[in-house]
């Protein structure tokens, strides 16, 4: 397996707390990625970077921001969690090749419920 | 923004039949990657489709890439119990922005 891990792996907080989710990866890869996965959506992607410093948003991005101050960490926060944010967060690396999309390895997934 | 559906939803299947699951984007992909997550598990790599009217077998699997690369297919021949689990296309809206279908459900009845 590819060596992502994701922390924590599950928390319970309560709406209007702060959660911070955090990715860290050994492989060097360039993409990171933050999906999150509900019934009858599949996964969303929420954010992902393409490089230190540099991210750009996904299809679900409202009430979320990241940051990736390292190659090895990207970190998912919510401001002020709310229960529409309860969900399985997944975190996934890629490098792509020349000339096409990348493999994305995800890591084991956090499990976040916002009472 | 790029929307990838997938139908159907849920299939169940008696061991031994046989599955398929079709993915349609509405736009054009540059490719298509399939992934599959066991229950409880996160979503695992299984192919990646680059050419108009790509066919790729992986055993008992057998994946299209549609000629307008707008749609695909995973077909799997005599399921069994192992192969339990969603299946998720997912097409790459430019700069590796990667999007996910919703995803096929597999369940197989021994």
């Known amino acids: 397996d590819a060596g992502i891990t994701q922390s924590p792996r599950h928390k319970v907080t309560e709406t209007g707390t702060p959660v911070t989710l955090r990715c860290h990866q050994t492989?060097?890869?360039?993409?990171m990625y933050w999906y999150r996965q509900d019934p009858g959506h599949g996964l969303r992607l929420i954010h992902y970077s393409y490089g230190v410093k540099d991210t750009d948003k996904g299809e679900v991005s409202d009430g979320y921001s990241v940051s990736r101050s390292k190659t090895e960490d990207f970190l998912l926060t919510l401001e002020s969690a709310t229960s529409s944010q309860t969900s399985v967060y997944f975190c996934?690396?890629?490098?792509?090749?020349?000339?096409?999309?990348?493999?994305?390895?995800f890591g084991e997934g956090s499990r976040l419920t916002v009472l | 923004g790029q929307q990838v559906m997938q139908i159907p939803q849920y299939q169940h299947v008696q061991e031994g039949e046989d599955f398929t699951t079709y993915c349609n984007s509405s736009?054009?992909?540059?490719?298509i990657q399939w992934y599959k997550q066991r229950p409880g598990g996160h979503p695992v790599f299984l192919i990646q489709?680059?050419?108009?009217?790509e066919v790729k077998k992986q055993k008992r699997l057998t994946f299209q890439f549609g000629e307008a690369k707008k749609n695909s297919s995973l077909h799997i021949t005599a399921t069994q119990t192992t192969d339990v689990g969603t299946y998720f296309c997912a097409g790459e809206g430019g700069y590796q922005k990667v999007t996910f279908g919703t995803g096929t459900k597999l369940q197989v009845i021994p």
């Open positions: 489709l680059v050419k108009s009217g």
């Open positions: 996934a690396i890629s490098e792509p090749g020349l000339a096409e999309t990348g493999e994305l390895f």
């Open positions: 736009t054009t992909l540059s490719n």
């Open positions: 492989e060097n890869h360039r993409y």
